[in-house]
């Protein structure tokens, strides 16, 4: 499912115009980025979670030059689905 898709659907399930609805997912997603801009983690109920993870520096070797480069340490965003997503994901595996 595409964005289009996804903001069309949602316009006809809650009854708004899809400009209204493209603002209201614009909003949503501001809010979770400011949340983990500010290094706090976001849950929402029956989704997930939302967090700042922190992966370690690593070394990396080329294998055709054998040439050793380290990758500093960085931060990225995780997401943990909640169990009731997990639920839903398995019975369609199941098809």
């Known amino acids: 499912m595409n964005s289009d898709e996804f903001v069309s659907l949602l316009s006809d399930r809650t009854g708004r115009e899809e400009k209204e609805t493209k603002r209201m997912i614009s909003y949503v997603t501001d809010i979770i980025t400011e949340g983990l801009q500010d290094g706090k ?9 939302f967090e700042v993870r922190k992966k370690l520096e690593k ?26 997503l997990k639920g839903k994901n398995n019975l369609s595996e199941e098809k």
Do not use: A
Request: glycine residues 12%.
């Open 59 to 84: 070394i990396i070797v080329n294998p055709s030059t054998g040439k050793r480069t380290l990758f500093p340490p960085r931060l990225i965003i995780g997401f943990r689905s909640s169990f009731q």
């Open 41 to 49: 983690t976001v849950t929402l109920r029956g989704l997930g979670v």
